[in-house]
Every structure is written in C-alpha cells, then in structure tokens.
C-alpha cells in the first residue's frame, strides 16, 4: 500500500482516486478543528468499510481505569482520555430505495481536500448505485473558528442519468464508543433525547467526570438552489434521533442539505443552560446561512495565516508540509481558553489520551509565542500554574515532602495519568521543561511579571524536587540521579542521564537567581511566596550543594558527556550498520532488545545542547552530534526537528533539509506507518522551529533578536513573521540577502550575522 498518495500543492491537502486502504489515514490527515472541537474526517453517510469513527470536545475527558498486570505504590489510578463524543456529522442518504455506501457501489471521480487557506474540508465523487442510478455527490464541511460551538455541513447530490427520489436523513448518535476503551466502560450517560419542529438535542453527561453536553442540529433543505419547504419526519430512538426529508429531483437537479450542528458544553454554560445555548447558535447559524458562514471562515483563517503563514518558493512538498504543521496546530489550540492545552494528537485520534505532555513547554511555546500574542504562551503557563497543587500531590505518592512537586507525564487535570512505571516513576525530566518554559517565555516576551506573580512558586516546587531526587554517592563525593529514563525511551531504569542531570542542575540555580531578583524587584511578592512556601536560607543552601556537586557521567576516550553511566557497555553499532529489515525497531524488536541497544529514539544528549545551546560552544555540539546522531533511530515524532536545527546551527544544510522534510511531511507521508491513529501534533510546532530557529538562525540573547540564515539549495526564498514584545517583524531569506520588514509595533534593533541593524 503506497501511503506517498497525497497530491502536492501549496494550500490544500488533496486525494484523487478511491482507495478504501488509505480511509483511516485520510480520516486523520483530512482532520479539522477549531480549538474548541474537532473530528476526523469520517465521511457523513453511511460506510460499511473499515473506519475509525472519532469526534471531540476540548477539555471534555474520562478517567479510565488503569490496566496493568500488576499494581505498583504510586501508580496512577486511571489514564484521562480525550473522549469520542456524540457524533453530529451523521447524514443517512438514500437514492431511489438504495442506501448510499461507498464501499458498496461503484465510485469513480473521488476527490478530497482539506483547503488550508479558507478553513473547509471538501469531499466529491461520482456513485453508480447497485439499482443503476448515478449520482454526483459534493460535500463541504466546516468547523468555525469564530463561532466555535458550531459545525456546518453543505451536502449536495445531482441526479446524473436519471430522477431520483432521495431521502436525505441527518441524525444524532450518541451510542458511540472509544478505540482505545481499557475495560470497555461506558463513557457517556445519555440524559435526554428531544426535538422541537425540525431541531434535535442529545443531552448527555460523561460518567465520574460529570462533564454536560448538548449535541443539536438542524437542517435546511435545497432544490437547485432554491429553499425547499419540506418539513422533516422526526424520528427518536434510545440513543439517536434523526430528522427524514424526501425530495424529488428530476435528471440534471440538485438537492443540497445543509446541517447545522454541534456542542454546547458545560465548561461554558450552566447545565440547565446548555438547552438554550444550543438553540441560540442555531438561531444565529441559520440565521446568517451556509455562504456567510463560509466567507467568516475564511476572513478568520486569513488572520491566523497574516501571521503564522511561512511562504517557500521552489519546493511545493516543502510549502504545504509546513502550511499543514501550522494549520493542525491552529485548529487544535487557538490561545483563547487557558483551561485547554495541546495533546499530541490534537483532534485527530484517541492515542496518548489526548492529554497534555512536556511536549507543550519543549516545542509548542515557541510557536504559540511568536504566532500570536504573547498572552496565549502565558496561559499555557498558567494551565501548569493553576495545576500546582496537583503536582505537589503527584510527588506526595510518590515519598516527596515539604511542597517538592513532579508536574504529571501525562494529564488533563493536573493529576499524573501514565500507566507505564518506566515513564510515570521516572521520565522526570519533564519537571524540567516546565521550569525552561517559564525561562523561554520571559527571554522571548521580555515579561518579567509572570514569575512574582506565578512562576516562582512552580520554579521552587520543582527544585525542591530535584534537591530530594538527587542521592549523594559517597564513592564519587558528587550527587547522582538514579532510576530514571531520559528523553530517549529506548533507555528505561539507567542511572544519571546527563540530560536530567544537566537540567535539574540549572533548575536549582534558575529557582535561586529567581528568588534573589523578586526579593530585590517585588519584595511584597517575595514575602507572600516565602510566607506560602516556607522556604528558608538554608534550605536555599542545601539546593545549592547539591547543584553545585551534580555528577555528569563523561567520556575521556570520545570527549563527550555520556547519555548515561553504562552507554559505553553498550554493542555501539551505528543506525547506518543496522539492517533495513530491522526498521522501525519498536516494531520489529522486543522490548529488551531494545534496551539493551545503543539506538536512540530522539534528541537526549543533544536536547540538553539545543535548551542550552549558549553554555556550549559550536565544537562541544559538533562533537556531540557526530557521536550522537548516528545512533538514532528518530522513532519519536519530535526527533527530526531538533536534529534539522542542529545541523542547520553546524553548516549541514543538506541533513538539515533532509531533517525538515521529515519532520514537515511526518504525517503526510506517515514516515512512522501509524497515521490513521491520528496526527503527530506537538511536534508540527518543532516542524515551525526547524525553519525560524534552524535556517533562519533566529535567537534571542540579551533582550534582542539575533538572525543567522541560510537556506536551503532547493528553495529559491522563504519568509516568515514573528511577533517579537508587540513588534510584527517579517523575516525574508533568499539566496542573496535577508530583508526584515517591521509591519506594525515599535522601532527593533536586531543583530544579523553579527552586525547590529534597526528596522522601522
């Protein structure tokens, strides 16, 4: 099965041609959302082929019980998963007595596209039905970013060789299940099933959670055009309701429906509200209409592209992997709810629970931060702030004392939710993340009110986590960390990864110079945190011994920091030596072999060089790389795009391309074989940083833009913008020069390889 089946173009994400083996992929890859909700791309009538069925709510989720063999002291009680909520899409359409199934006709023409530019996702094809009627079928489907609890749906059949009496029948279906269901609970309590005239409502609640949703709809009916008055029959069931219109259309007419529908939510409304709310966006859905709504769309999907866009000239397969990285991205979180953060898959599959990682503060701030106003990476800021307290709680079953706090691998609540020991217990590198993040966005926004007002109360939480995880060995008079798994997975239970060594070393003295500059700048905040915090010198002093006698493990032989004491023991045989039939490893391998392999599944070592690129100098990280980067295996989503701005920071244009392309196009070319499980979001965001950071060099150092581009050999020029402490500055690279434009904000100076510049 050839997966490379996606059509090149700058804008859109096209298919031609049927094939019923890429349906679950393209359900993934054809995605849309708005930041509020999303789906894949399940087609609205019925299909009787293989399918994977997904609709979500943002912030909507269950706790399902954990399954392990066997209980651990510690181990999280549940995996918080990203529900599949009521279906809405649903629109039963039979042609003459026939019930139209792509997967039982014959259908030819088929065309898709996702167009990235306005916002909709478009479907065609021509069905000759089993009873010999041929029809054209068009459907356009949109989820608005500005009315964010509604979803329109334009669903036109043309009657080719023949009349045809069609019965169009939109439905609501809350009788859904997850894929990914532990012990196949029931998620959803359904509460109501109503109607009134021609609009439907499914109340439900989620189970334990107790989240309250209202799906609705209602549907307008079109001949050629034209405003039918045809009332539909309505029809209840248990868990479904459905509305049955009967048209006639002679041969070379049209019948459109256009379906109204979506959520109302109980994060936004009362309960008893939601009702109301539900027949209020209709009022105003239906009110405005199809084709308003559509050009609403794409006015408010051309703001988002005025500042997010990146534009590269000469390499289509380049352009329109880095619009879909921005695209998902954009549908998945838009900034304006800091109760929601970034699953890995966003909307577009129920893999990793859609919960929140340390892949937000590693590799999505940057983004959302130069994309948007810097309030947006505040929030995401704030959703660990206001989750504090969990994470005090999270290292507490753990044996943690005192207010130390380990932020969760995996939650949606504050509260950790993994249920694999070798990253709940020990994947805790991810406490660092949190800290850098709080460092990134102040570096970036020049905003120094965040940590007074939050940050310090996480960044000395954190170090007293990393004070009483590090273990003093006598036989090194240093203090180690034992028992962990750093960024690389393929390494469980090692003892000091230099990554989490390096990283909670600086956290330790990041949460110091911190408290040392509010005492000086806020005293009236510092004595509010010391007083809520009971920190005293001397525990200041005893966080500082340890992060002044950390121990990193270091080769003398290679001249290089080793990922972990027993890397050396390892059979060092690079990836170029590994046979293909070995490939992807976590598929062909057992679990111990692996382990026992030098293979690395991303960036560890070589994380800790790009977070802290400047206590480094170049030749430390070509050296690291050259000795690293053989070795992996780039089975993570977020590997490629650490790699690409590394070699782009060494000279190495053509291994950086080669990194960006896979990165950009990890998906659309499902380089990994797993897309149908949906989309790798988090690391689209590392896909932006492989261009701004890595080919156009861009750094902030001392409060100011730094600039060192390059491009490219098969691009003819790219441009960018960023918003830079309220300067929009866009950055445009061609294979003589660099042009920066300032297009709103106050005066910049900049420095561009080396050389001081103003722009105004």
Known sequence: MNQEYIIPDPWSIIEEGFDAELVKSSESLFSIGNGAMGQRANFEEDYSGPTFQGSYIGGVYYPDKTRVGWWKNGYPEYFAKVLNAPNWIGIRVSVNGENLDMNQCEVAQFRRELNMKEGYYRRSFVATLQNGTQIEVESTRILHLDHDELGIINYAIKALNRDAEIVFSPYLDAGITNEDSNWDDQFWEILNVSNENDQAFIRSRTMKTHFDVCTYMQSKLYVNGTSSDVSPEMETKEKSIWAHYNVSVREGQTATLQKYAGYVVSLNHEPDALLGAAKNILQKGTSLGYEALQQSQAQAWAKVWEMADIAIEGDVEAQQGIRF?????????????????????????????????????????????????????????????????????????????????????????????????????????????????????????????????????????????????????????????????????????????????????????????????????????????????????????????????????????????????????????????????????????????????????????????????????????????????????????????????????????????????????????????????????????????????GFGGMRVKNGELHFTPQIPEQWTSYSFKINFRGSIIKVSVDKDQTHFTLESGPTVTLVLNSERITIN
């Open 325 to 693: 990285n921005i695209f998902q991205l954009n549908q998945t979180y838009s900034g304006k709810d800091a109760r929601l953060n970034i699953g890995p898959k966003g909307f577009t599959g129920e893999k990793y629970g859609g919960s929140t990682y340390w892949d937000t503060e590693a590799y999505c701030i940057p983004f959302y931060m130069a994309t948007k106003d810097q309030q947006v990476a505040r929030n995401l800021l704030k959703y660990r702030y206001d989750q504090l307290g969990k994470a005090i709680e999270n290292a507490g079953k753990l044996g943690f004392t005192k207010g130390a706090a380990l932020y969760p691998m995996v939650t949606m609540n504050g509260e950790e939710c993994h249920n694999e020991w070798e990253i709940t217990f020990e994947e805790i590198h991810r406490n660092g993340a949190i800290a850098f993040a709080i460092y990134n966005y102040e570096r970036y926004t020049g905003d120094t009110s965040y940590v007074p007002e939050m940050g310090l109360e996480v960044l000395i939480a954190i170090a007293r986590f990393w004070h009483q995880r590090a273990t003093f060995s006598t036989a090194k008079d240093q203090y180690v960390i034992l028992g962990v798994t750093g960024p690389n997975e393929y390494e469980n239970n090692v003892n000091n990864n230099w990554y989490t060594n390096y990283i909670a070393k600086w956290c330790i003295k990041y949460a110091i110079r911190m408290i040392e500059r509010v005492e000086k700048d806020s005293p009236n905040d510092h004595e509010r945190i010391m007083n809520k915090t009971q920190l005293s010198l001397e525990e200041m002093k005893a966080w500082n011994k340890v992060a002044g006698a950390m121990y990193f493990p270091y080769s003398d032989e290679h001249s290089v920091y080793l990922q972990q004491d027993g890397f050396l023991d390892k059979e060092l045989v690079t990836v170029e030596d590994l046979g293909k039939e070995n490939r992807p490893i976590n598929q062909k391998w057992s679990w111990d072999r692996i382990l026992r392999s030098p293979y690395i599944k991303q960036a560890d070592t070589l994380q800790g060089f790009y977070f802290f690129e400047d206590h480094f100098t170049v030749e430390e990280l070509e050296r690291h790389f050259d000795f690293y980067e053989p070795f992996t295996v780039h089975e993570s989503s977020l590997s490629p795009c650490v790699h690409s701005i590394q070699a782009a920071k060494l000279g190495r244009m053509e291994q950086a391309y080669t990194f960006y392309l896979r990165t950009s196009r990890l998906d659309l070319d499902d380089y990994n074989k797993e897309v149908e499980e949906g989309c790798h979001i988090t690391s689209m965001a590392g896909t932006w940083m492989s261009i701004v950071e």
